[in-house]
């Protein structure tokens, strides 16, 4: 009996070390938004852990703040900004820990909440947890600095009630807008294959389609046939299902070459099943570049030969006791395992897939550039460079020993700036753009250019460093931004020398003096200017650059659409919906006469950044339908369709498109409206089609709810919500009044 025991209880000191005492529950609820002393808002985060509470640190990220822990027993350790960890002898098997912490700042909403959330256990592995985040569901979790700014049900109502209209679309009433539809008369029945004409216009992008004596007609160029006929395809005769067509001679082209589209995969890792769903997306839409943000502070997401750290490093995320030698920090999301397949945090795309991906693309009329984020934004390569040097090549080590600049970067790492005064950066991004001009030259594609980033490098960040100050000396540089220059000139020279366009952010072109305009410009073939303001595409423009127009405030996709607490998406530059972008004239969003300067506007792109991505879903849902604003001013840079056309445009064909079968798409939908007048509650829907589900209780609508079928009496009002549902998608909830 006493050896049993003994094994017994040596089974159970196992057990312990290995945190096996089944699983966890940890649920975050926010305490609600105030303000400290100094009046600067703060509030106070509650993790309640449940269930297994017998393992020594509890993981999560979150973006960067500063946090304390409101019980002295309990230690909150960074391992980086938006990496952290608690520690606490409470945490012994109780059957409920509840920690708190004191944070700096609001609760903007729900993707300001606490993700990656994974115990650590004794022996230093991890292990995912049952997360639940509670709702914000009462003004208090809301309001910013006391100030509320969603708005409730009689404020939507307003708005759907001007963008309604009795105006049915017809065939031909598309997404984007076609330059001219004339009608012929009579009918016709569409064939499986229509006929291609070749013919060799000033545009290359013009096309004349025909639809007579039943058959369809294709006149463009020879290399733009597919593209022509997937937009026709997909907003014409798929929506059609078969029935017959208006005769029509259809003429059309678009006002702009660059129609672009960037998604960031970095920060949040997206697979080609995903990426291939965009390229639909971007097809049928018109949109003709892909902006490929393959690199970050936060992963490197391409396979490249000779340099297997990269992707070993870089492409890993998780928990480690001994810093990020073999794998990176977690960021965003995760289960603290660098080797996961679930979820967002680990992936990278081989060679083969990324050939695959960009021949499908060029087949789709779509060019994919790819970015290589430098100097700054390339924390993923420095790691990974890092663990090259350590086991004894330092031919592309990207920083040096002693180097003690202190600085903060945009995303509050302190860590992720190459040094432009060392050899290693130069043989770097050569190397790469080498590798990437063969995975093109294997492909069979043309690579219009590659990205260098080149935005964001902060202040200071070379102050530390003795090769710095010394490479300044030695070229006459009085500071940081003359050694910031200095590499960008030496990438155009580089990527000129192998006849591949430089493209960058509004950074590399703008405030840098005339001659370095004069041996840059040459060598770029775009600048993505993306300020809410049009000051520096007018310097951009003035200084002879090719412009590309990505504001924030129109084209920033990952903006969340409205300023409600459960709305996913960054708020950092406003709110973005498809109106917004509708409304991103060029005109005015660069108010200077191109053929007065030397430089030019390319045309309109679109950005989505990767931050608040969690897979297929989040990726959809934040495109569309606000791609489809986008996609119309890209096209046609004057006006076309009025608002309330283009939300019946959305919602009798764009919709349908993207959630039917077997499309089945996750997308965004606009909020009910609710009103009460004279006793009676009235609803409206954000668009035709669809329907409104809702309580009068106070409690979330499900898509058991009941049906809104018209007007209705209510003694006690307040307390209704209601939330619009189609094809398996749903809106965030409205609420009639901020009274609770």
């Avoid at 305490?31 to 509890?58: C, H, I, S």
């Avoid at 600048?527 to 090719?546: E, L, Q, S």
């Avoid at 679109?606 to 608040?612: C, I, K, M, R, Y």
């Avoid at 990726?619 to 309330?644: Q, Y």
Wanted: proline share 6%.
């Amino acid at each position: 009996m006493r050896l049993i025991s003994v094994l017994a209880a040596s089974l159970m000191s196992v057990a312990a070390i290995a945190g096996d005492y089944g699983p966890t529950t940890v649920t975050w609820q926010s305490m609600g938004n105030t303000r400290d002393a100094k009046g600067k808002g703060e509030y106070v985060q509650r993790f309640t852990v449940t269930g297994n509470t017998r393992f020594p640190r509890l993981g999560f990220n979150m973006f960067a703040r500063h946090m304390e822990m409101t019980n002295p027993r309990d230690t909150l350790v960074e391992l980086m900004p938006g990496y952290y960890y608690i520690a606490s002898p409470r945490l012994n098997g109780q059957d409920k820990v509840t920690f708190e912490i004191k944070t700096r700042g609001q609760v903007v909403n729900c993707c300001y909440a606490p993700d990656g959330v994974h115990r650590i256990n004794a022996d230093g592995t991890t292990e995912a947890v049952n997360y639940v985040r509670r709702p914000l569901d009462s003004p208090a979790l809301w309001n910013i600095n006391g100030k509320d700014l969603m708005k409730y049900g009689p404020a939507i109502y307003a708005e759907n009630e001007q963008r309604a209209t009795d105006w049915q679309p017809g065939p031909y009433d598309v997404i984007p807008a076609f330059k001219s539809v004339q009608l012929t008369g009579g009918e016709s029945t569409i064939p499986a294959v229509p006929s291609f004409v070749d013919i060799s216009p000033e545009s290359p992008e013009y096309s004349q389609i025909t639809v007579r004596n039943d058959s369809l007609i294709i006149a463009c160029r020879p290399d733009k046939q597919w593209a022509v006929y997937y937009h026709l395809k997909g907003k014409v005769l798929d929506p059609n299902k078969g029935k017959k067509l208006p005769n029509a001679v259809i003429t059309d082209w678009p006002d702009h070459a660059w129609r672009g589209q960037h998604i960031d995969i970095a920060r949040n890792f997206l697979g080609p099943k995903t990426m291939h769903k965009i390229l639909d997306i971007m097809a049928v839409n018109r949109l003709n570049r892909l902006h490929f943000h393959i690199t970050d502070d936060e992963a490197w997401r391409l396979e490249i030969k000779g340099l297997p750290e990269l992707t070993q490093v870089g492409a890993r995320r998780g928990y480690s006791a001994d810093g990020e030698n073999d794998h990176l920090y977690q960021v965003f999301a995760g289960d603290g395992n660098p080797d996961s397949k679930a979820g967002t945090a680990n992936g990278y795309w081989t060679r083969e897939d990324f050939i695959k991906f960009i021949r499908r693309a060029h087949t789709l009329g779509v060019d994919v550039i790819p970015e290589i984020e430098s100097p700054g934004h390339a924390r993923a390569a420095i790691k990974a460079m890092e663990r090259r040097h350590r086991d004894g090549d330092d031919t592309y080590r990207l920083i040096h020993d002693g180097d003690t600049s202190r600085y903060t970067s945009a995303q509050s790492f302190h860590d992720n700036v190459m040094n432009p005064a060392l050899p290693g950066p130069y043989r770097f991004m050569d190397r790469i753009f080498d590798e990437l001009i063969g995975i093109y030259a294997e492909a069979g594609v043309p690579l219009i250019g590659i990205h260098i980033g080149g935005d964001e490098v902060p202040r200071n960040c070379w102050k530390g460093s003795s090769a710095a100050r010394e490479f300044m000396a030695k070229h006459n540089m009085s500071s940081e931004k003359e050694l910031h220059a200095h590499f960008v000139r030496e990438m155009a020279k580089s990527l000129a020398q192998r006849g591949v366009p430089m493209f960058g952010w509004e950074e590399i072109a703008v405030g840098h003096g005339d001659d370095f305009n004069r041996e840059v410009v040459p060598a770029t073939g775009g600048v993505n200017c993306w300020h809410t303001t049009p000051d520096a595409a007018i310097k951009a423009v003035r200084a002879g650059f090719p412009v590309i127009l990505s504001n924030v405030n129109r084209f920033y996709l990952d903006m969340a659409a409205s300023r409600h607490p459960e709305e996913r998406g960054l708020t950092w530059g406003g709110t973005v919906d498809e109106f917004d972008a509708l409304g991103g004239y060029p005109a005015k969003l660069c108010p200077v006469p191109v053929d007065s300067v030397s430089g030019t506007v390319l045309g309109l792109q679109g950005q989505l950044w990767g931050e608040t991505i969690r897979g297929e879903d989040g990726v959809t849902t934040l495109l569309l339908p606000k791609i489809t604003g986008l996609a119309e001013r890209a096209w046609n840079a004057s006006p076309t369709w009025t608002e309330a056309q283009f939300n019946a445009i959305i919602g009798a064909k764009e919709l349908p498109l993207y959630t039917a079968e077997p499309a089945s798409m996750r997308v965004h939908l606009r909020q009910p409206g609710i009103m009460v007048k004279k006793g009676k509650v009235y609803m409206n829907a954000p668009y035709p089609g669809g329907e409104i589900r809702y309580t009068t209780d106070g409690t979330e609508p499900t898509a058991e709810s009941r049906v809104y079928t018209g007007p209705f009496k209510q003694k006690k009002a307040k307390d209704i919500r209601a939330r619009y549902f189609r094809n398996g998608s749903a809106s965030v909830t409205t609420y009639l009044s901020a009274q609770r």
